[in-house]
Protein backbone atom coordinates (compact mmCIF):
# COMPACT_ATOMS: atom_id res chain seq x y z
CA UNK A 1 0.00 0.00 0.00
CA UNK A 2 1.31 3.62 -1.03
CA UNK A 3 1.01 5.51 2.73
CA UNK A 4 2.79 8.03 0.91
CA UNK A 5 -0.02 8.81 -1.71
CA UNK A 6 -0.10 12.24 -2.79
CA UNK A 7 -3.53 12.28 -3.28
CA UNK A 8 -4.51 11.55 0.55
CA UNK A 9 -5.22 14.79 2.31
CA UNK A 10 -7.26 13.83 5.15
CA UNK A 11 -7.31 10.86 7.61
CA UNK A 12 -9.70 9.50 9.36
CA UNK A 13 -10.01 6.75 12.32
CA UNK A 14 -12.58 5.12 13.29
CA UNK A 15 -12.84 2.72 16.68
CA UNK A 16 -15.61 1.11 16.44
CA UNK A 17 -16.37 -0.63 19.93
CA UNK A 18 -18.49 -3.09 21.67
CA UNK A 19 -20.19 -0.59 24.23
CA UNK A 20 -19.04 2.39 22.65
CA UNK A 21 -17.55 4.12 19.26
CA UNK A 22 -15.81 7.73 17.84
CA UNK A 23 -13.32 8.52 15.58
CA UNK A 24 -10.94 10.72 15.14
CA UNK A 25 -9.06 13.14 12.26
CA UNK A 26 -6.58 14.55 10.96
CA UNK A 27 -5.24 16.96 8.01
CA UNK A 28 -2.00 15.70 6.47
CA UNK A 29 -0.88 18.95 5.79
CA UNK A 30 -0.27 19.71 10.05
CA UNK A 31 -0.89 15.98 10.98
CA UNK A 32 -3.10 17.42 14.35
CA UNK A 33 -5.40 14.71 15.70
CA UNK A 34 -9.05 16.46 15.86
CA UNK A 35 -11.09 13.26 18.08
CA UNK A 36 -14.97 13.90 17.97
CA UNK A 37 -15.80 14.74 21.55
CA UNK A 38 -19.41 16.32 21.08
CA UNK A 39 -22.04 13.70 20.52
CA UNK A 40 -25.86 14.53 20.12
CA UNK A 41 -27.99 13.81 23.15
CA UNK A 42 -24.33 13.36 25.50
CA UNK A 43 -24.42 15.73 28.65
CA UNK A 44 -20.23 15.36 29.07
CA UNK A 45 -17.81 15.29 26.36
CA UNK A 46 -16.29 12.28 25.56
CA UNK A 47 -14.58 10.90 22.81
CA UNK A 48 -17.04 7.91 22.12
CA UNK A 49 -21.19 7.79 21.62
CA UNK A 50 -23.01 4.86 22.31
CA UNK A 51 -22.77 1.68 20.04
CA UNK A 52 -26.36 1.04 19.53
CA UNK A 53 -28.82 0.86 16.69
CA UNK A 54 -32.41 1.33 16.37
CA UNK A 55 -34.62 0.55 13.12
CA UNK A 56 -38.36 1.24 12.64
CA UNK A 57 -40.66 -1.55 11.84
CA UNK A 58 -40.56 -0.97 8.11
CA UNK A 59 -36.78 -0.45 8.32
CA UNK A 60 -36.97 2.76 6.59
CA UNK A 61 -35.71 4.85 9.46
CA UNK A 62 -32.95 4.40 11.81
CA UNK A 63 -31.35 6.38 14.96
CA UNK A 64 -28.37 5.60 16.26
CA UNK A 65 -26.22 6.48 19.33
CA UNK A 66 -27.76 8.84 22.43
CA UNK A 67 -30.80 9.04 19.33
CA UNK A 68 -31.86 5.59 19.99
CA UNK A 69 -33.18 6.13 23.83
CA UNK A 70 -34.94 9.31 23.19
CA UNK A 71 -36.87 7.76 20.31
CA UNK A 72 -37.56 4.63 22.27
CA UNK A 73 -38.58 6.12 24.87
CA UNK A 74 -41.12 7.90 22.75
CA UNK A 75 -42.25 4.91 21.72
CA UNK A 76 -42.89 3.20 24.67
CA UNK A 77 -45.03 5.75 25.60
CA UNK A 78 -47.34 5.56 22.25
CA UNK A 79 -47.06 1.19 23.10
CA UNK A 80 -45.02 1.27 19.76
CA UNK A 81 -41.33 0.18 20.92
CA UNK A 82 -42.08 -3.18 20.94
CA UNK A 83 -42.43 -3.47 16.96
CA UNK A 84 -39.05 -1.31 16.71
CA UNK A 85 -35.73 -3.23 15.96
CA UNK A 86 -32.76 -2.43 18.62
CA UNK A 87 -29.37 -3.41 18.52
CA UNK A 88 -26.71 -3.12 21.23
CA UNK A 89 -23.53 -4.43 21.72
CA UNK A 90 -23.60 -6.25 18.44
CA UNK A 91 -20.07 -5.95 17.81
CA UNK A 92 -19.30 -9.51 19.32
CA UNK A 93 -21.77 -11.05 17.30
CA UNK A 94 -19.70 -11.39 14.36
CA UNK A 95 -17.82 -13.68 16.77
CA UNK A 96 -20.20 -14.73 19.08
CA UNK A 97 -23.67 -15.41 16.93
CA UNK A 98 -24.44 -19.04 16.92
CA UNK A 99 -26.45 -18.13 13.63
CA UNK A 100 -24.23 -18.20 11.07
CA UNK A 101 -24.92 -18.42 7.28
CA UNK A 102 -23.23 -18.52 4.49
CA UNK A 103 -22.96 -14.53 4.31
CA UNK A 104 -21.88 -14.70 7.76
CA UNK A 105 -23.43 -14.06 11.14
CA UNK A 106 -27.21 -13.28 11.74
CA UNK A 107 -28.14 -11.55 15.18
CA UNK A 108 -31.97 -11.38 16.03
CA UNK A 109 -34.21 -7.93 17.25
CA UNK A 110 -36.10 -8.39 20.60
CA UNK A 111 -39.12 -7.69 17.86
CA UNK A 112 -38.02 -11.36 16.12
CA UNK A 113 -36.61 -10.16 13.09
CA UNK A 114 -32.88 -11.88 11.82
CA UNK A 115 -30.39 -9.07 10.64
CA UNK A 116 -27.06 -10.02 8.84
CA UNK A 117 -24.33 -8.77 11.70
CA UNK A 118 -22.49 -7.06 8.78
CA UNK A 119 -25.48 -5.12 7.53
CA UNK A 120 -26.15 -3.21 11.02
CA UNK A 121 -22.77 -2.68 11.41
CA UNK A 122 -22.86 -1.51 7.89
CA UNK A 123 -25.59 1.07 9.20
CA UNK A 124 -24.45 2.08 12.16
CA UNK A 125 -20.35 2.94 10.14
CA UNK A 126 -22.35 4.72 7.88
CA UNK A 127 -24.06 6.94 10.35
CA UNK A 128 -19.60 7.59 11.53
CA UNK A 129 -19.05 8.34 8.11
CA UNK A 130 -21.83 11.37 7.34
CA UNK A 131 -20.55 13.03 10.94
CA UNK A 132 -16.99 12.72 10.02
CA UNK A 133 -17.53 13.74 6.60
CA UNK A 134 -19.63 16.54 8.07
CA UNK A 135 -16.97 17.46 10.63
CA UNK A 136 -13.92 17.57 8.07
CA UNK A 137 -15.64 19.65 5.22
CA UNK A 138 -16.60 22.20 7.62
CA UNK A 139 -13.23 23.51 8.04
CA UNK A 140 -11.91 22.39 4.85
CA UNK A 141 -11.30 25.01 2.21
CA UNK A 142 -11.97 24.12 -1.38
CA UNK A 143 -13.56 20.95 -2.37
CA UNK A 144 -13.16 18.03 -0.74
CA UNK A 145 -12.91 14.67 -2.91
CA UNK A 146 -14.08 11.38 -1.55
CA UNK A 147 -10.69 9.72 -3.32
CA UNK A 148 -8.58 12.25 -1.26
CA UNK A 149 -9.49 10.66 2.51
CA UNK A 150 -7.77 7.30 4.00
CA UNK A 151 -9.82 5.90 6.71
CA UNK A 152 -8.09 3.88 9.30
CA UNK A 153 -10.99 1.04 11.32
CA UNK A 154 -9.56 -0.15 14.40
CA UNK A 155 -10.18 -4.45 14.94
CA UNK A 156 -9.47 -6.41 17.71
CA UNK A 157 -6.45 -7.97 17.61
CA UNK A 158 -7.92 -11.78 18.41
CA UNK A 159 -10.17 -11.47 15.59
CA UNK A 160 -9.65 -14.13 12.65
CA UNK A 161 -8.87 -12.97 8.74
CA UNK A 162 -12.39 -13.88 8.25
CA UNK A 163 -13.69 -11.49 11.05
CA UNK A 164 -11.54 -8.70 9.21
CA UNK A 165 -12.80 -9.58 6.24
CA UNK A 166 -16.40 -8.68 7.29
CA UNK A 167 -15.52 -5.51 8.99
CA UNK A 168 -14.37 -4.76 5.30
CA UNK A 169 -17.35 -6.29 3.79
CA UNK A 170 -19.05 -4.08 6.33
CA UNK A 171 -17.22 -0.71 5.48
CA UNK A 172 -17.79 -1.30 1.85
CA UNK A 173 -21.83 -1.42 2.66
CA UNK A 174 -21.64 1.96 4.30
CA UNK A 175 -19.89 3.96 1.51
CA UNK A 176 -16.65 4.46 3.41
CA UNK A 177 -14.82 3.07 0.05
CA UNK A 178 -16.19 1.38 -2.85
CA UNK A 179 -15.38 -1.98 -3.84
CA UNK A 180 -12.83 -1.29 -6.83
CA UNK A 181 -8.95 -2.22 -6.19
CA UNK A 182 -8.00 1.35 -5.93
CA UNK A 183 -11.04 2.17 -3.68
CA UNK A 184 -9.40 -0.81 -1.59
CA UNK A 185 -6.53 0.60 -0.45
CA UNK A 186 -7.90 3.54 0.80
CA UNK A 187 -9.34 1.55 4.00
CA UNK A 188 -6.72 0.22 6.47
CA UNK A 189 -8.04 -2.35 8.90
CA UNK A 190 -5.88 -1.44 12.11
CA UNK A 191 -5.12 -3.82 14.73
CA UNK A 192 -6.66 -2.11 18.09
CA UNK A 193 -3.84 -2.94 20.47
CA UNK A 194 -1.04 -1.34 17.42
CA UNK A 195 -3.10 1.66 17.24
CA UNK A 196 -3.39 2.42 21.02
CA UNK A 197 0.68 1.24 20.93
CA UNK A 198 1.35 4.39 18.65
CA UNK A 199 -0.82 6.69 20.78
CA UNK A 200 1.34 5.63 24.03
CA UNK A 201 4.42 6.42 21.83
CA UNK A 202 3.25 9.31 20.69
CA UNK A 203 1.82 10.79 24.44
CA UNK A 204 5.18 9.28 26.08
CA UNK A 205 8.22 9.88 23.97
CA UNK A 206 10.03 11.05 26.60
CA UNK A 207 9.34 7.71 28.44
CA UNK A 208 10.16 5.36 25.55
CA UNK A 209 13.46 5.69 24.19
CA UNK A 210 15.10 3.04 21.16
CA UNK A 211 15.45 -0.29 22.70
CA UNK A 212 12.63 0.04 25.29
CA UNK A 213 10.44 -3.00 25.37
CA UNK A 214 6.30 -2.07 26.42
CA UNK A 215 3.69 -3.89 26.61
CA UNK A 216 0.08 -2.22 25.76
CA UNK A 217 -3.04 -4.18 27.38
CA UNK A 218 -5.82 -2.70 25.63
CA UNK A 219 -9.43 -3.52 27.47
CA UNK A 220 -12.30 -2.45 26.30
CA UNK A 221 -16.41 -3.19 26.10
CA UNK A 222 -15.83 -6.78 24.61
CA UNK A 223 -12.47 -7.94 24.46
CA UNK A 224 -8.85 -7.49 25.97
CA UNK A 225 -6.15 -7.09 23.39
CA UNK A 226 -2.15 -7.36 24.79
CA UNK A 227 0.67 -6.96 22.74
CA UNK A 228 4.67 -6.08 23.47
CA UNK A 229 6.51 -4.04 21.24
CA UNK A 230 10.08 -2.90 21.04
CA UNK A 231 11.13 1.04 20.21
CA UNK A 232 13.83 0.68 17.07
CA UNK A 233 15.26 3.96 15.43
CA UNK A 234 12.99 6.66 14.16
CA UNK A 235 10.88 5.64 16.42
CA UNK A 236 9.99 2.68 14.70
CA UNK A 237 8.11 -0.08 16.64
CA UNK A 238 8.52 -3.63 16.00
CA UNK A 239 6.19 -6.47 17.97
CA UNK A 240 8.74 -8.80 19.73
CA UNK A 241 6.08 -11.94 20.35
CA UNK A 242 2.53 -13.04 19.19
CA UNK A 243 0.06 -10.79 20.50
CA UNK A 244 -2.56 -12.34 22.57
CA UNK A 245 -6.48 -11.68 23.83
CA UNK A 246 -9.45 -13.39 24.48
CA UNK A 247 -13.43 -12.29 25.00
CA UNK A 248 -12.33 -10.61 28.61
CA UNK A 249 -14.15 -6.94 28.59
CA UNK A 250 -16.31 -4.91 30.56
CA UNK A 251 -19.45 -6.47 29.13
CA UNK A 252 -18.55 -9.54 30.74
CA UNK A 253 -18.51 -7.82 33.95
CA UNK A 254 -22.15 -6.37 33.16
CA UNK A 255 -23.74 -9.85 32.00
CA UNK A 256 -22.76 -10.84 35.23
CA UNK A 257 -23.73 -8.57 37.35
CA UNK A 258 -27.09 -8.71 35.78
CA UNK A 259 -27.48 -12.25 35.46
CA UNK A 260 -25.75 -13.44 38.72
CA UNK A 261 -25.68 -10.66 40.94
CA UNK A 262 -29.01 -8.99 40.44
CA UNK A 263 -30.84 -12.03 39.62
CA UNK A 264 -30.03 -13.59 43.18
CA UNK A 265 -31.41 -10.37 45.01
CA UNK A 266 -34.49 -9.76 42.61
CA UNK A 267 -35.14 -13.16 40.95
CA UNK A 268 -34.36 -13.62 36.99
CA UNK A 269 -38.14 -13.12 36.54
CA UNK A 270 -37.97 -9.63 38.15
CA UNK A 271 -35.08 -8.67 35.54
CA UNK A 272 -36.61 -10.28 32.94
CA UNK A 273 -40.30 -8.48 33.56
CA UNK A 274 -38.14 -5.08 34.15
CA UNK A 275 -36.67 -5.39 31.08
CA UNK A 276 -39.64 -6.21 28.94
CA UNK A 277 -42.10 -3.81 30.71
CA UNK A 278 -39.54 -1.25 31.09
CA UNK A 279 -36.62 -1.42 28.46
CA UNK A 280 -35.90 2.34 28.35
CA UNK A 281 -35.43 2.06 32.11
CA UNK A 282 -33.33 -0.73 32.29
CA UNK A 283 -30.60 0.71 29.92
CA UNK A 284 -31.02 4.20 31.96
CA UNK A 285 -30.24 1.41 34.95
CA UNK A 286 -27.05 -0.28 33.19
CA UNK A 287 -26.00 3.06 32.57
CA UNK A 288 -26.11 3.91 36.37
CA UNK A 289 -24.20 0.39 37.05
CA UNK A 290 -20.98 2.02 34.31
CA UNK A 291 -21.08 4.93 36.82
CA UNK A 292 -20.69 2.85 39.46
CA UNK A 293 -18.42 0.04 37.86
CA UNK A 294 -15.91 2.70 36.92
CA UNK A 295 -15.78 4.78 39.38
CA UNK A 296 -16.20 2.63 42.56
CA UNK A 297 -13.56 2.79 45.28
CA UNK A 298 -13.05 -1.18 45.76
CA UNK A 299 -12.60 -1.22 49.59
CA UNK A 300 -16.39 0.56 50.45
CA UNK A 301 -19.49 -0.59 50.43
CA UNK A 302 -22.25 0.46 48.53
CA UNK A 303 -25.92 1.01 47.83
CA UNK A 304 -26.90 0.59 44.32
CA UNK A 305 -29.91 2.64 44.32
CA UNK A 306 -33.90 0.77 42.68
CA UNK A 307 -34.85 2.77 39.82
CA UNK A 308 -38.47 3.87 40.58
CA UNK A 309 -40.20 1.91 37.39
CA UNK A 310 -38.19 -1.28 38.69
CA UNK A 311 -39.40 -0.69 42.67
CA UNK A 312 -42.73 -0.34 41.17
CA UNK A 313 -42.40 -3.79 38.96
CA UNK A 314 -41.25 -5.53 42.65
CA UNK A 315 -44.42 -4.61 44.09
CA UNK A 316 -45.77 -7.06 42.13
CA UNK A 317 -43.29 -9.27 43.82
CA UNK A 318 -43.94 -9.06 47.67
CA UNK A 319 -41.58 -12.20 48.49
CA UNK A 320 -38.78 -10.83 46.92
CA UNK A 321 -39.02 -7.55 48.18
CA UNK A 322 -39.68 -9.14 51.60
CA UNK A 323 -36.76 -11.33 51.24
CA UNK A 324 -34.44 -8.35 50.22
CA UNK A 325 -35.21 -6.03 53.12
CA UNK A 326 -34.73 -9.08 55.53
CA UNK A 327 -31.10 -9.67 54.14
CA UNK A 328 -30.50 -5.56 54.15
CA UNK A 329 -32.21 -5.09 57.94
CA UNK A 330 -35.20 -3.50 56.38
CA UNK A 331 -33.45 -1.78 53.42
CA UNK A 332 -35.73 -2.67 49.84
CA UNK A 333 -35.18 0.59 47.77
CA UNK A 334 -31.56 -0.21 46.91
CA UNK A 335 -29.21 -2.69 46.73
CA UNK A 336 -26.26 -3.54 49.30
CA UNK A 337 -23.26 -4.05 47.25
CA UNK A 338 -20.13 -5.35 49.95
CA UNK A 339 -16.81 -4.96 48.06
CA UNK A 340 -16.40 -8.45 48.79
CA UNK A 341 -19.62 -8.80 46.03
CA UNK A 342 -18.12 -6.35 43.85
CA UNK A 343 -15.19 -8.37 43.58
CA UNK A 344 -17.20 -11.35 42.67
CA UNK A 345 -19.31 -9.63 40.04
CA UNK A 346 -15.48 -8.68 38.35
CA UNK A 347 -13.74 -12.15 39.55
CA UNK A 348 -13.94 -14.39 36.19
CA UNK A 349 -13.41 -11.34 33.87
CA UNK A 350 -9.88 -10.30 35.09
CA UNK A 351 -9.41 -13.46 36.25
CA UNK A 352 -9.13 -14.33 32.21
CA UNK A 353 -7.97 -10.99 31.80
CA UNK A 354 -4.85 -11.66 34.19
CA UNK A 355 -4.66 -14.98 32.70
CA UNK A 356 -3.57 -13.55 29.08
CA UNK A 357 -0.96 -11.14 30.49
CA UNK A 358 0.46 -13.87 32.26
CA UNK A 359 0.68 -15.91 28.96
CA UNK A 360 2.48 -12.88 27.26
CA UNK A 361 4.81 -11.79 30.49
CA UNK A 362 5.70 -16.28 30.17
CA UNK A 363 5.94 -15.62 26.29
CA UNK A 364 8.37 -12.95 27.16
CA UNK A 365 10.68 -14.73 29.35
CA UNK A 366 11.39 -11.54 31.31
CA UNK A 367 9.24 -8.26 32.22
CA UNK A 368 9.27 -5.17 30.06
CA UNK A 369 9.70 -1.47 30.91
CA UNK A 370 6.15 -0.13 30.88
CA UNK A 371 3.27 -1.63 31.07
CA UNK A 372 0.41 0.94 29.32
CA UNK A 373 -3.33 0.12 30.22
CA UNK A 374 -5.73 1.88 27.24
CA UNK A 375 -9.50 0.97 26.77
CA UNK A 376 -12.55 2.60 28.99
CA UNK A 377 -12.42 -0.70 30.79
CA UNK A 378 -9.02 0.15 32.12
CA UNK A 379 -10.76 3.01 34.14
CA UNK A 380 -12.27 0.55 36.65
CA UNK A 381 -10.12 0.90 40.42
CA UNK A 382 -10.35 -2.97 40.50
CA UNK A 383 -8.78 -3.95 37.04
CA UNK A 384 -6.50 -1.19 37.74
CA UNK A 385 -5.75 -2.73 41.80
CA UNK A 386 -5.59 -5.93 40.26
CA UNK A 387 -2.94 -5.48 37.33
CA UNK A 388 -0.79 -3.88 39.99
CA UNK A 389 -1.10 -6.21 42.45
CA UNK A 390 -0.28 -9.26 39.68
CA UNK A 391 2.56 -7.52 37.73
CA UNK A 392 4.05 -4.55 39.34
CA UNK A 393 7.10 -6.74 39.75
CA UNK A 394 7.87 -7.37 35.74
CA UNK A 395 7.61 -3.52 34.90
CA UNK A 396 9.34 -0.72 35.89
CA UNK A 397 6.49 1.07 35.67
CA UNK A 398 2.34 0.66 34.57
CA UNK A 399 1.11 3.86 32.66
CA UNK A 400 -3.04 4.82 32.77
CA UNK A 401 -3.39 7.60 29.98
CA UNK A 402 -5.53 10.58 31.48
CA UNK A 403 -8.30 9.34 28.75
CA UNK A 404 -7.62 5.69 28.28
CA UNK A 405 -10.50 5.40 26.06
CA UNK A 406 -8.95 7.75 23.56
CA UNK A 407 -5.93 5.61 22.69
CA UNK A 408 -7.59 3.33 20.03
CA UNK A 409 -9.40 6.15 17.56
CA UNK A 410 -6.54 8.74 17.80
CA UNK A 411 -3.84 5.95 17.37
CA UNK A 412 -5.69 4.91 14.54
CA UNK A 413 -5.46 8.42 12.77
CA UNK A 414 -1.70 8.21 13.78
CA UNK A 415 -1.49 4.68 11.89
CA UNK A 416 -3.19 6.14 8.70
CA UNK A 417 -0.63 8.41 8.81
CA UNK A 418 2.27 6.23 9.34
CA UNK A 419 1.98 3.06 10.17
CA UNK A 420 5.05 3.23 12.28
CA UNK A 421 4.65 -0.77 13.17
CA UNK A 422 7.40 -1.93 11.40
CA UNK A 423 7.11 -5.64 12.01
CA UNK A 424 4.83 -8.49 13.75
CA UNK A 425 4.73 -11.73 14.51
CA UNK A 426 2.69 -14.18 13.20
CA UNK A 427 0.44 -16.31 15.12
CA UNK A 428 -0.64 -18.51 12.60
CA UNK A 429 1.06 -20.84 9.45
CA UNK A 430 -0.13 -19.96 6.49
CA UNK A 431 0.39 -22.26 2.73
CA UNK A 432 -1.69 -23.81 0.52
CA UNK A 433 -2.32 -27.02 -0.81
CA UNK A 434 0.09 -28.79 -3.48
CA UNK A 435 1.56 -32.33 -4.60
CA UNK A 436 5.10 -33.50 -4.15
CA UNK A 437 6.84 -36.20 -4.84
CA UNK A 438 6.31 -39.17 -2.67
CA UNK A 439 8.74 -39.82 0.27
CA UNK A 440 9.14 -43.91 0.79
CA UNK A 441 8.58 -44.37 4.58
CA UNK A 442 7.60 -41.24 5.57
CA UNK A 443 4.50 -40.26 3.38
CA UNK A 444 1.25 -41.87 4.53
CA UNK A 445 0.10 -44.91 1.70
CA UNK A 446 -3.24 -43.34 1.48
CA UNK A 447 -1.95 -40.11 -0.20
CA UNK A 448 0.25 -42.11 -2.75
CA UNK A 449 -0.82 -41.86 -6.42
CA UNK A 450 0.70 -42.71 -9.56
CA UNK A 451 1.60 -39.42 -12.26
CA UNK A 452 1.15 -41.04 -15.77
CA UNK A 453 2.20 -37.14 -16.51
CA UNK A 454 5.53 -37.70 -14.40
CA UNK A 455 6.20 -40.73 -14.80
CA UNK A 456 6.92 -41.31 -10.94
CA UNK A 457 4.77 -41.55 -7.43
CA UNK A 458 3.38 -37.99 -5.83
CA UNK A 459 1.91 -37.80 -2.25
CA UNK A 460 -1.47 -35.69 -2.48
CA UNK A 461 -2.45 -32.83 0.14
CA UNK A 462 0.87 -31.71 1.32
CA UNK A 463 0.84 -28.15 3.27
CA UNK A 464 3.09 -26.42 1.21
CA UNK A 465 4.51 -23.54 3.75
CA UNK A 466 4.70 -19.47 2.70
CA UNK A 467 5.62 -18.67 6.62
CA UNK A 468 5.99 -20.37 9.78
CA UNK A 469 3.60 -19.72 13.03
CA UNK A 470 6.07 -17.46 15.44
CA UNK A 471 7.81 -15.72 12.10
CA UNK A 472 8.61 -12.49 12.52
CA UNK A 473 7.06 -10.37 9.45
CA UNK A 474 8.25 -6.82 8.30
CA UNK A 475 5.09 -4.42 6.94
CA UNK A 476 6.52 -4.97 3.30
CA UNK A 477 6.82 -8.66 3.67
CA UNK A 478 6.35 -10.87 1.19
CA UNK A 479 6.83 -14.54 0.32
CA UNK A 480 6.68 -15.87 -3.65
CA UNK A 481 6.45 -19.60 -4.18
CA UNK A 482 6.35 -21.58 -7.90
CA UNK A 483 4.12 -23.91 -8.78
CA UNK A 484 3.03 -25.87 -11.71
CA UNK A 485 0.57 -28.47 -13.28
CA UNK A 486 0.09 -31.83 -12.75
CA UNK A 487 -1.09 -33.02 -16.04
CA UNK A 488 -0.14 -31.47 -19.68
CA UNK A 489 -3.46 -30.09 -20.73
CA UNK A 490 -4.30 -28.75 -17.44
CA UNK A 491 -6.53 -25.47 -17.88
CA UNK A 492 -6.70 -24.32 -14.25
CA UNK A 493 -4.58 -24.06 -10.85
CA UNK A 494 -7.01 -23.98 -8.26
CA UNK A 495 -5.19 -23.21 -4.94
CA UNK A 496 -6.54 -23.47 -1.02
CA UNK A 497 -5.00 -21.74 1.20
CA UNK A 498 -4.91 -23.06 4.83
CA UNK A 499 -3.86 -21.81 8.36
CA UNK A 500 -3.00 -23.22 11.60
CA UNK A 501 -1.46 -23.06 14.90
CA UNK A 502 0.61 -26.17 14.48
CA UNK A 503 4.49 -25.44 14.55
CA UNK A 504 6.09 -26.42 10.92
CA UNK A 505 2.87 -28.59 9.09
CA UNK A 506 3.03 -31.07 6.72
CA UNK A 507 -0.30 -32.36 5.46
CA UNK A 508 -3.29 -29.91 5.17
CA UNK A 509 -6.00 -32.80 6.73
CA UNK A 510 -3.95 -32.64 10.41
CA UNK A 511 -5.89 -31.82 13.29
CA UNK A 512 -6.12 -28.06 13.40
CA UNK A 513 -5.31 -27.40 10.18
CA UNK A 514 -8.45 -24.99 8.78
CA UNK A 515 -9.20 -24.18 5.10
CA UNK A 516 -8.92 -20.11 5.08
CA UNK A 517 -9.77 -19.38 1.36
CA UNK A 518 -9.35 -20.61 -2.50
CA UNK A 519 -8.15 -18.80 -5.86
CA UNK A 520 -7.78 -20.31 -9.61
CA UNK A 521 -5.81 -18.76 -11.96
CA UNK A 522 -6.35 -19.85 -15.54
CA UNK A 523 -4.86 -20.73 -19.21
CA UNK A 524 -6.63 -20.83 -22.59
CA UNK A 525 -3.05 -21.92 -24.33
CA UNK A 526 -2.13 -25.24 -22.99
CA UNK A 527 1.36 -25.59 -25.05
CA UNK A 528 3.53 -24.90 -22.39
CA UNK A 529 2.23 -28.41 -21.33
CA UNK A 530 3.78 -29.43 -17.58
CA UNK A 531 6.07 -25.97 -18.00
CA UNK A 532 3.32 -23.71 -17.07
CA UNK A 533 4.51 -21.85 -14.36
CA UNK A 534 2.46 -19.87 -11.93
CA UNK A 535 3.67 -17.65 -9.50
CA UNK A 536 1.78 -16.89 -6.56
CA UNK A 537 2.82 -14.32 -3.62
CA UNK A 538 1.44 -14.03 -0.51
CA UNK A 539 2.06 -11.03 1.60
CA UNK A 540 1.92 -10.98 5.56
CA UNK A 541 3.01 -8.01 7.43
CA UNK A 542 -0.05 -6.14 6.91
CA UNK A 543 -3.15 -6.14 8.98
CA UNK A 544 -4.91 -8.05 6.09
CA UNK A 545 -3.20 -10.91 4.17
CA UNK A 546 -3.38 -10.58 0.07
CA UNK A 547 -2.76 -12.55 -2.25
CA UNK A 548 -1.49 -12.35 -5.94
CA UNK A 549 -1.43 -15.56 -8.50
CA UNK A 550 0.58 -14.75 -11.87
CA UNK A 551 1.28 -16.86 -14.69
CA UNK A 552 4.58 -16.15 -15.29
CA UNK A 553 4.58 -16.29 -19.15
CA UNK A 554 1.95 -14.58 -20.01
CA UNK A 555 1.52 -11.84 -17.04
CA UNK A 556 -2.15 -12.92 -16.41
CA UNK A 557 -2.90 -12.06 -12.89
CA UNK A 558 -5.32 -12.76 -10.28
CA UNK A 559 -4.45 -10.44 -7.32
CA UNK A 560 -7.18 -10.26 -4.16
CA UNK A 561 -7.56 -10.83 -0.69
CA UNK A 562 -8.01 -14.07 0.17
CA UNK A 563 -11.65 -14.74 0.27
CA UNK A 564 -12.08 -16.79 3.22
CA UNK A 565 -14.14 -19.21 4.35
CA UNK A 566 -17.50 -19.23 6.03
CA UNK A 567 -16.26 -22.39 7.69
CA UNK A 568 -13.08 -20.67 9.47
CA UNK A 569 -12.49 -21.69 12.48
CA UNK A 570 -11.73 -19.54 15.08
CA UNK A 571 -10.41 -21.70 17.55
CA UNK A 572 -7.19 -20.88 15.51
CA UNK A 573 -6.60 -17.96 17.21
CA UNK A 574 -8.08 -19.40 20.36
CA UNK A 575 -8.61 -17.36 23.35
Known sequence: MAFDDKSIKVVVGIDFGTSRSGYAYAF??????????????????????????????DLQEKWWGYDVKKVLAEKRKNDEAKDYHFFERFKMSLRESQDVTSEGPSITSQAGKKFLAVDVIADYLRFLKYFAWKDITKVTSGHLKEKEIRWCLTVPAIWTDADKQLMRSAAQKADIIGTSEE?????????????????????????????????????????????????LAGKKLKEVITGTGGTYGSTYVDKYFIEEFLASKLTSKVIESYYEEEPIDFLDMMDDWENAKCNLDPTKERFFPIRTKLYKILRKFPNVLEKLADEQDGEDESIYISPESMKQIFKSTLDGLVQKVQEQFEKLGTGCDIMYLVGGFSTSPLLQKRISQEF??????????????????????????????????????????????FKKGKDPLDKKFWSEEHNEYYCNGCFNIFIESGDEVGIDE????????????????????YATKKFHPIYIDEQGVTEIGQLTIERADTSSGLDWKVEVVMYFGKTEIKVEAKDVETGKMEKTSLRFSATYSKELIGE
Not at 49 to 57: A, E, F, K, N, R
Not at 183 to 195: C, Q, S, V
Not at 196 to 221: I, P, T
Open 28 to 57: LDDKKIIPKTQWFGQNVPYVKTLTQILYSP
Open 392 to 437: ADKVKKIVIPPIPGAAVVEGAVAFGIDPSIRSRVSRLAYGADCCRK
Open 183 to 231: DAERLILALEPEAAAMYCQEKDQHQLQEGNRFMVVDSGGGTVDITVHEV
Open 478 to 497: KVTRIYTPMEKDQKQMPFTF
